[in-house]
């Protein structure tokens, strides 16, 4: 059965940094890209960043775009999403995501991903 775990979130003040982790298991195939979401109760989740099965190809919202790294050193290796200059407004629950049998996903939306992660909570205070 696959799953995907994150780890790292937490509390910090704006400014700060954090870095998120996502382990995938019970997937033998390399084939399967990979993304960031985020939510706040009462909104649509929202795409942060994706990275493609080779990890060459990053997409980032305008949102995120130039504080947020994603990376995926190999097909072993953890997802990673390194978030710095944090702002009181990305405060949510980030998911982690995985587009199961597909290299790669020309958009950062929900319905192109079929894993999902339990979520890990990040809060920043101004």
């Known amino acids: 059965q696959v799953q995907l775990v994150e780890s790292g979130g937490g509390s910090v003040q704006a400014g700060g940094s954090l870095t998120l982790s996502c382990a995938v298991s019970g997937y033998t195939s390399s084939t399967y890209a990979m993304a960031w979401f985020r939510q706040v109760p009462g909104k649509e989740r929202e795409g942060g960043a994706s990275?493609?099965?080779?990890?060459?190809?990053?997409s980032y919202s305008d949102s995120v775009k130039g504080r947020f790294t994603i990376s995926k050193d190999n097909e072993k290796a953890p997802l990673v999403l390194q978030m710095n200059n944090l702002k009181p407004e990305d405060s949510a629950m980030y998911y982690c995501a995985a587009a199961l049998g597909y290299a790669f996903t020309p958009t950062i939306l929900a319905r192109s991903y079929n894993r999902w992660g339990q979520g890990t909570q990040v809060a920043v205070s101004s």
């Open positions: 990275i493609d099965a080779s990890g060459t190809r990053l």
